[in-house]
């Protein structure tokens, strides 16, 4: 039973260029969650989805950064017009489902897409 | 406000010596606590999880994390450091859905 897997592992981006990092979540799960971590720092939430649902944006960036998780394929994570600023480690997680229960709630981590933008 | 803190940004202990990462969490329902570990330029490693029951919670690597409820407090402790252990430990509070919240993470470093 494959993990939650991310690709790339490392992307390499000119400033104004767009990155898009992709999550496959572990099998059975359908809610995916998106953090960053910048150098030296803990990691922040941007986003939560569920298929085809965005559920909770609140750390999501205003501009230029979007999120999806479509019926069939990955999630995508897209940053348009990348600046120095975006350089971090993005980290997908994935769940079984909501609710009660922490087999049904407890999130389990990929390993990271790491951007850097030159 | 939900929040986690991790008091300490470093600590260095011998090889050999007991540890103990101190991390405090404000969370208004009731919560799920973790703690993990993140070696340099990898992903997160879980180490133990707390959810109901037994307040001292044993995971991998020999370590264990007490929840005190009273204290807002998950601590995590190790009786003898390896210099294997040398690390970023973070701690994170979550509650009905996956979404965590993180502290800014200890950094452990090891002597010999």
């Known amino acids: 039973n494959a993990g939650v897997m991310q690709n790339p592992r490392h992307l390499v981006r000119r400033r104004g260029q767009e990155a898009r990092l992709r999550c496959s979540p572990m099998?059975?799960?359908?809610?995916v969650y998106w953090y960053r971590q910048l150098p030296e720092e803990g990691l922040k939430f941007m986003v939560y989805l569920q298929k085809e649902n965005i559920i909770d944006e609140s750390g999501m960036p205003k501009e230029r950064f979007s999120a999806e998780f479509p019926k069939e394929g990955p999630s995508i994570l897209r940053i348009q017009q990348v600046v120095r600023g975006d350089s971090a480690a993005y980290f997908c997680a994935s769940s079984r489902s909501t609710g009660t229960g922490l087999s049904n709630t407890e999130a389990f981590f990929g390993q990271g897409t790491r951007l850097t933008v030159v | 406000a939900q929040s986690v803190t991790q008091p300490d940004i470093h600590i260095t202990v011998s090889e050999g010596a007991s540890l103990e990462l101190r991390c405090n969490y404000s969370?208004?329902?009731?919560?799920?606590l973790f703690w993990y570990v993140q070696s340099p330029g990898q992903g997160l490693q879980l180490l133990l999880k707390?959810?109901?029951?037994?307040?001292l919670v044993q995971g991998i690597k020999g370590f264990e994390a007490e929840f005190k409820r009273s204290q807002s407090s998950f601590n995590l402790r190790k009786p003898s450091v390896h210099w294997s252990d040398a690390a970023e430990y973070f701690c994170?509070?979550?509650?009905?859905?996956?979404?965590?919240?993180f502290g800014q993470g200890t950094t452990l470093q090891v002597k010999p």
């Open positions: 099998k059975g799960h359908s809610h």
């Open positions: 707390y959810f109901s029951g037994d307040t």
């Open positions: 969370y208004g329902a009731t919560p799920y």
């Open positions: 994170a509070v979550g509650g009905n859905t996956g979404k965590l919240i």
